[in-house]
């Protein structure tokens, strides 16, 4: 079966520092991979998405980037973090594009 | 613009009905989809629908009208652990889901 792994469940970081969230997904090939963030009472926002190795979608420019190394890794990044970057980020994977997306536990976090 | 509508919170009674609406306007339609977030969590899949009709699946069921841009979601036998937010997602015609806000619904004993 299909499991997605995404950590760390938390974090707190101060503004200006850097950020790494990573994201690996087991027993399935090519997926589709997409990172999302959620404020608070609010839907999802697409950040990124990819549907193969080193192939990067950006939905929404800021000062986040993405990476996919390998067929089921997907790296969230910042250089230097700014308190709106504060939030849920979620991250998911896909067969196909139009199909359901499974999602990670997710991680809140506050810029501080 | 895009847009995907549903109410903000809904409040209903263990071992009752209760119908959560989600109307939409996006450029195409590939699929709509209903998802359950509990507080704190990723939210799960529950159903999707492309074509028109009522799809059941248990205790839950989602209708589609794509003529109206219109679903909803359709709980029974409201069980204390329901209380959750429920979310709307519509894939447009590049194949990106679009989001509602989330519908959260409170279950009282």
């Known amino acids: 079966s299909q499991t997605i792994h995404q950590w760390p469940a938390t974090l707190v970081q101060p503004v200006g520092s850097p950020l790494s969230l990573e994201c690996t997904v087991e027993g399935t090939s090519n997926p589709n991979l997409y990172w999302y963030r959620q404020a608070a009472g609010r839907g999802l926002q697409l950040l990124f998405y990819?549907?193969?190795?080193?192939?990067i979608s950006s939905e929404v420019p800021q000062n986040l980037s993405a990476s996919r190394p390998q067929d089921r890794q997907f790296i969230l990044s910042s250089k230097k973090l700014l308190l709106s970057d504060s939030g849920f980020y979620l991250c998911?994977?896909?067969?196909?594009?139009?199909?359901?997306?499974?999602f990670g536990q997710g991680t809140r976090l506050t810029v501080v | 613009g895009q847009n995907i509508d549903q109410p903000t919170e809904m409040t209903a009674t263990e071992g009752a009905i209760v119908q959560i609406n989600c109307t939409y306007q996006t450029s195409g339609f590939n699929g709509l989809f209903w998802y359950q977030q509990h507080a704190g969590e990723a939210p799960t899949f529950l159903s999707y629908n492309v074509l028109d009709g009522l799809e059941e699946k248990g205790r839950f069921s989602s209708f589609l009208s794509r003529s109206k841009g219109y679903s909803y979601l359709l709980l029974k036998e409201l069980q204390m652990k329901d209380s959750a937010s429920y979310l709307c997602a519509v894939m447009d015609s590049n194949y990106q889901l679009i989001w509602g806000a989330g519908t959260k619904l409170i279950i009282k004993p």
């Open positions: 990819s549907v193969g190795i080193g192939q």
């Open positions: 998911a994977w896909s067969v196909r594009e139009n199909t359901e997306a499974f």
